[in-house]
């Protein structure tokens, strides 16, 4: 099993899709096996501890045999992820060697919620599933999402982040829907995900000027400037934004894809997608999610990247802010 | 476009470690690959048809498949087959140097045939063994004639480092992409990342050239 | 005592060397003479194994060297060699040059090497060139050097394939000069030359080779002023 693995991994690297599923039945066996009896294993071990020999060397087999495969609390996972997608996962470069982002904080939290110890490990975005594949990592969070292909090669949580688009504008406006944007300046963070949506909307609807900034705060400020008649945000975010300003409205985009967002991806029939799940859903119900996500994507994260930094505008950024429960500065979040 | 290197100002030295992890992987697979290359040349001119065969083997599949695909099968695929763990570093140097001696070994065994035959013979008539009049008369001989081919090849590993990205070292490249990504400003880092090659390689070549020099001083 | 005995040699189709069977004794000095393409270096590198015959023996001392069990490499230390173009090993000082096989082949120790390389080197006059390089020195010292090189293993016998034959005319002297006083200490000694004057006034012996064979084998005066054979007459009438 494991050469077919082995061929079956280096066929991948050049055609992506093939080779899971002959991988997958063996795979499947073993895998889900090893899960599932690990557990009972090791409670035989300890309640055999006294019991004759001849016991002892089975369990001792079998739990051997089984440690492969299986996580137990106090085990070190390993992450893969693509450290140049801010806010998700990046290196504050100016500063330090660290990766940090919103998939670090939410991995540690999974993780110390479920007992194991985190270790994370940078490569490029084409290598990371092959390396789940490869047991070189345990589980991958790089703002991946789950698509049909790469469902063949690795196991998926549920969503975790999904990525819909608002529009924000000023209660008074009167923009209600993605036509009344014709003719209109339509403000959008430098490098985010949403600069790809007002493209779209650019080619959609006549007339609509695109302009970038580089801190969210700061296109809000346009919007009371007059400069912007409205911005795009994550939702997350302008949801935030409205609730905490009498003054904005907004309106969710239609998302064509009702799956579009991130997941974290495992080997094939890991026993890791259930526990992950679990926890996710904990968070998702606590609103712990939430506030993560309100971490790190409300506010100034090309702050924290480095660029655009404008010292002037900082005080009109409390008032953006002042609703942030966690600790402004993002750098802090991955520390516990 | 517009380019702003002053941005990135915070943002060099990150970039600037890299060196340092980019010349070690380059410094080891180069040594190793030139001793395992010496060993291969000597094979392929070597006496027994099967040592032989076998060095010519292993040139043509070196030679002859991408080098990237060697990376990711010593990194991905060899620790499920012997089952060991291997450090992106190992899987990065290993790679080069195995890659790397296929080509040396070609450089090498040109530049043995490429020595006067008298010399094999005066060296034979004097009761030298083979061993050590490869080792002292010939080879010397070659190194010589080979150092600007040998050089380039170093030259070429250098800049081909730039691969272990996919694996995740971070090297010079790596770490251009990152604070790329960091900065949603691709292009600055990635010619700054060029520019630290280009000196690298530039510091590489002066240095063969006085090796060079250094060898010639019996003509 | 070099003993070769119906010695034949074939490069592919091509038979080089056909039934040669010579005795040397020791202390002899003996010149091969004989037209281009004769085969007189090719009999010359028989001896020490250069060349692996293709038929007949060898013996040196008594010990059949052409035996597969014999240790080649054992021979070849106790028979010195000089080459037409020299074969300096040119990275390496002419000190060097005569050290190296002397410290790695016979574990001489480093001064022990070097006193020899000392002695050899104000035997062919060239002291002063102890730490040049080869490439400075002109034709006829670096035969010198070779000459020494090759008598820094203390050979019991020497071979030389046409030792002047790549040097310009002022320099022969020079060369056959050393190659006179090695004879006259009583160095076995086998000359392959053009030098007529040199074989008839050193040489012992002379082995008239053409076409593979040898044809004759006389003292030089014989040779020289009453050659038996019409090839050797022939031969002897184009180049006196």
């Known amino acids: ?336 | 476009m517009g380019l702003d290197f002053a941005a990135l100002a915070p943002s060099y030295p990150f970039i600037l470690r890299g060196i340092w992890v980019t010349l070690q992987i380059v410094a080891v697979a180069a040594v190793l690959g030139f001793l395992f290359g010496v060993i291969l040349s000597l094979m392929k001119i070597g006496r027994f048809t099967f040592l032989r065969w076998i060095a010519d083997a292993y040139t043509s599949v070196f030679r002859g498949t991408p080098l990237v695909l060697q990376l990711m099968i010593i990194y991905f695929g060899l620790p499920q087959v012997l089952g060991i763990e291997i450090a992106p570093f190992v899987a990065a140097f290993s790679a080069f140097a195995l890659n790397s001696a296929a080509y040396v070994s070609e450089i090498i065994r040109a530049g043995i045939n490429a020595v006067d035959q008298g010399q094999k013979e005066a060296a034979q008539a004097l009761g030298i063994s083979y061993g050590e009049m490869m080792k002292d008369i010939i080879l010397p001989q070659a190194m010589k004639n080979i150092l600007p081919a040998l050089m380039n090849e170093f030259i070429t590993l250098t800049k081909e480092s730039a691969i272990v990205t996919t694996i995740g070292v971070m090297d010079i490249m790596r770490r251009a992409y990152i604070v790329g990504g960091e900065t949603f400003s691709y292009f600055e880092p990635l010619l700054f990342a060029g520019f630290i090659y280009y000196c690298l390689v530039m510091v590489l070549t002066v240095l063969g050239r006085l090796v060079e020099r250094r060898l010639r001083q019996s003509d | 005592m070099i003993k070769a005995e119906h010695l034949h040699k074939s490069f592919g189709d091509n038979e080089v060397l056909s039934d040669i069977t010579t005795t040397i004794e020791d202390g002899e000095v003996v010149t091969v003479i004989g037209p281009s393409g004769s085969g007189k270096s090719t009999y010359l590198r028989c001896l020490n194994l250069l060349e692996t015959p293709t038929k007949g023996k060898i013996w040196i001392d008594d010990v059949e060297v052409t035996d597969p069990k014999s240790d080649i490499m054992k021979v070849r230390e106790n028979i010195g060699m000089v080459f037409q173009h020299f074969h300096l090993f040119p990275h390496l000082t002419v000190r060097e040059n005569i050290t190296y096989a002397p410290m790695k082949v016979k574990g001489k120790s480093k001064a022990e090497a070097n006193q020899i390389a000392d002695r050899l080197l104000e035997q062919v006059g060239l002291s002063d060139k102890a730490d040049a390089y080869p490439s400075r020195l002109s034709g006829g010292q670096k035969q010198r050097v070779a000459i020494a090189r090759a008598l820094a293993m203390e050979p019991t016998a020497m071979l030389f394939d046409e030792p002047t034959s790549a040097l310009d005319p002022e320099m022969v002297k020079e060369v056959l000069d050393v190659m006179k006083s090695l004879a006259d200490s009583g160095m076995t000694m086998i000359i392959v030359t053009h030098e007529m004057g040199f074989a008839r006034e050193v040489a012992d012996r002379v082995l008239f080779l053409d076409e593979g064979k040898l044809v004759e084998e006389a003292s030089p005066v014989t040779f020289f002023e009453n050659p038996k054979t019409e090839r050797a007459q022939d031969f002897l009438s184009k180049i006196l």
């Not at chain 1, 270790?119 to 990592?137: C, H």
């Not at chain 1, 196991?155 to 608002?166: K, N, Q």
């Not at chain 1, 939430?290 to 009109?316: N, S």
Request: glycine share 8%; with cysteine; proline share 2%.
């Open chain 1, 1 to 336: 099993m494991k050469k077919a693995g082995f061929l079956i991994a280096g066929a991948m690297l050049f055609t992506a899709a093939c080779g899971a599923e002959e991988n997958a039945p063996e795979l499947n066996e073993t895998g889900g096996n090893n899960g599932d009896n690990n557990v009972e294993n090791n409670a035989d071990t300890n309640e055999a501890a006294d019991n004759e020999d001849t016991d002892e060397n089975n369990n001792e087999e079998n739990g051997a045999e089984n440690e492969e495969d299986a996580y137990e609390e106090g085990d070190t996972l390993i992450m893969g992820t693509s450290a140049d997608y801010p806010p998700f996962e990046y290196i504050e470069t100016g500063e330090s060697e660290e990766i940090v982002g919103f998939d670090i904080d939410l991995a540690n939290r999974i993780t110390e919620e479920l007992g194991y110890e985190l270790e994370v490990e940078d490569m490029d975005f084409g290598s990371l599933i092959p390396a789940l594949d490869t047991d070189r990592v345990d589980f991958v969070m790089a703002g991946m999402r789950p698509t049909e292909e790469r469902r063949e090669n690795a196991d998926f949580s549920d969503i975790y982040f999904r990525s819909a688009h608002s529009i924000v504008t000023a209660a008074d406006s009167g923009i209600e829907d993605v036509d009344d944007l014709e003719g209109m300046t339509l403000g959008v963070q430098l490098g985010s995900i949403q600069e790809g949506q007002a493209e779209e909307l650019q080619e959609d609807v006549e007339g609509i000027e695109v302009e970038t900034r580089d801190r969210i705060p700061e296109m809000i400020q346009e919007i009371h400037t007059n400069r912007f008649d409205a911005v795009i945000l994550a939702d997350t975010v302008a949801d935030n934004y409205t609730d905490d300003n009498d003054d904005l409205t907004s309106f969710t985009l239609p998302n064509e894809a009702e799956e579009d967002g991130n997941a974290i991806a495992f080997q094939l029939d890991s026993q890791l997608t259930e526990e992950f799940n679990g926890v996710l859903a904990e968070l998702e119900e606590s609103g712990e999610l939430d506030e993560l996500i309100l971490e790190w994507f409300d506010g100034d994260v090309a702050d924290a990247a480095g660029a655009g930094e404008d010292e002037e505008e900082t005080e009109e950024d409390n008032d953006a802010e002042n609703n942030e429960e966690a600790d402004e500065d993002n750098n802090n979040t991955n520390e516990d």
